[in-house]
């Protein structure tokens, strides 16, 4: 049972523009919410995170929205950069953050110049 | 600052075999998470470690186990290896249980199932 959904394998922008990385989940537990940035032979690294008291957070090019009604949560990226490709992680936890991460299987995001 | 080493980065081991991985959390870090990484299913986590004591283990069979020791370095160990097994295995370290104390990962350790 998938309990953190990232439904778009992959995803192609132009330099500039706006990336959308969208995430759903299913376990109405979840209240602490996470994305990670991947590059080949890397681990993940943190990008931004949202706890359920928020509907959004933002960081610099970075803006993550939660829409608890929908468990859904959106990654959005203005502008987006060539070195913004890598692969997005959306990660859930409960109990604020004190459960094990859930993560979704990640979109592989590409910026064209 | 260091941060999270994982030896060896890469392996290669036979059907049937066993495998130990390391995990060197950062100085002063107490809690270790060890995850799976395949194509087809993400990242899946497989056990957290805290004050060498296990936290938290997933759905993964009894051939995976692990550790943790009194400096906070952690071993997982997988027996009687299977080609499905094949995969990158990452460790994250944090200051005390749960993610909101600086949870970092390493680079991982590659590891194919011949």
């Known amino acids: 049972d998938q309990q953190v959904k990232q439904n778009s394998p992959s995803l192609s922008v132009q330099e500039g523009r706006i990336s959308i990385l969208n995430c759903d989940y299913t376990?109405?537990?979840?209240?602490?919410f996470l994305w990670y940035k991947k590059y080949p032979a890397e681990g993940p690294t943190f990008l931004i995170s949202?706890?359920?008291?928020?509907d959004k957070n933002e960081d610099g090019r970075f803006t993550v929205f939660l829409n608890k009604s929908a468990k859904h949560l959106s990654l959005h990226i203005v502008p987006s950069q060539p070195g913004d490709s890598a692969v997005y992680f959306c990660?859930?936890?409960?109990?604020?953050?004190?459960?094990?991460?859930?993560f979704g299987k990640g979109t592989k995001l590409t910026v064209n110049p | 600052k260091a941060g999270v080493t994982q030896t060896p980065r890469y392996l290669i081991k036979t059907r049937g075999q066993q495998v130990t991985l390391s995990c060197s959390p950062i100085?002063?870090?107490?809690?270790v998470s060890w995850y799976q990484q395949t194509p087809g299913q993400g990242l899946q986590f497989l056990f957290e470690?805290?004050?060498?004591?296990?936290?938290n283990k997933g759905n993964f069979p009894g051939r995976f186990s692990g550790r943790q020791f009194s400096n906070s370095r952690s071993e997982m160990n997988v027996s009687t290896l299977e080609l499905g097994d094949s995969a990158l295995y990452l460790c994250?370290?944090?200051?005390?249980?749960?993610?909101?104390?600086?949870?970092?990962f390493g680079s991982g350790t590659r590891l194919t199932v011949v």
């Open positions: 949202i706890s359920s008291i928020k």
């Open positions: 990660a859930a936890s409960a109990q604020g953050g004190s459960e094990k991460l859930v």
């Open positions: 994250a370290s944090s200051l005390e249980a749960g993610i909101n104390y600086g949870y970092t």
């Open positions: 470690y805290f004050s060498e004591t296990q936290r």
């Open positions: 376990n109405s537990m979840f209240d602490y």
């Open positions: 100085s002063g870090h107490r809690s």
